[in-house]
């Protein structure tokens, strides 16, 4: 499976983007992981390519929502009230398992930039 991120850019504290994610072929779930300067990559989102399970890290609950059109294949990841620290590169990927765990997820999309200016 090839994924294909698009959608970053640069916004101000309060702002919204949202980040799409185009699939080559379908997989059980998708999922948005970002990774902040000197930080490791953490998960954000992730969703059941039914689109019927939702998951979320506490730190966008309430402000982020994934969704996924199965006719597109392709993965969004809608992000109101964004903050400054929301700001890193942001990677969508694909998985035959659901999980939260980078290890799980077995494609990976080129990475998009977020960046949030206060």
């Known amino acids: 499976v090839q994924l294909q991120a698009s959608g970053g850019g640069l916004v101000q504290a309060g702002g919204s983007l949202r980040l799409s994610c185009a699939a080559s072929?379908?997989?059980?779930?998708m999922g948005w992981f970002r990774q902040a300067p000197g930080k490791e990559r953490e998960f954000v989102a992730a969703i059941r390519w039914s689109g019927s399970i939702t998951n979320y890290a506490d730190s966008v609950k309430g402000r982020f929502t994934i969704s996924i059109v199965t006719a597109e294949n392709t993965a969004y990841l809608q992000m109101n009230t964004l903050k400054p620290e929301d700001t890193a590169v942001y990677y969508c990927?694909?998985?035959?398992?659901?999980?939260?765990?980078?290890?799980?997820?077995?494609?990976w999309g080129q990475g998009t930039q977020v960046t949030v200016s206060s």
């Open positions: 990927a694909a998985s035959k398992y659901w999980s939260v765990l980078e290890r799980r997820y077995d494609y």
């Open positions: 072929g379908r997989t059980f779930s």
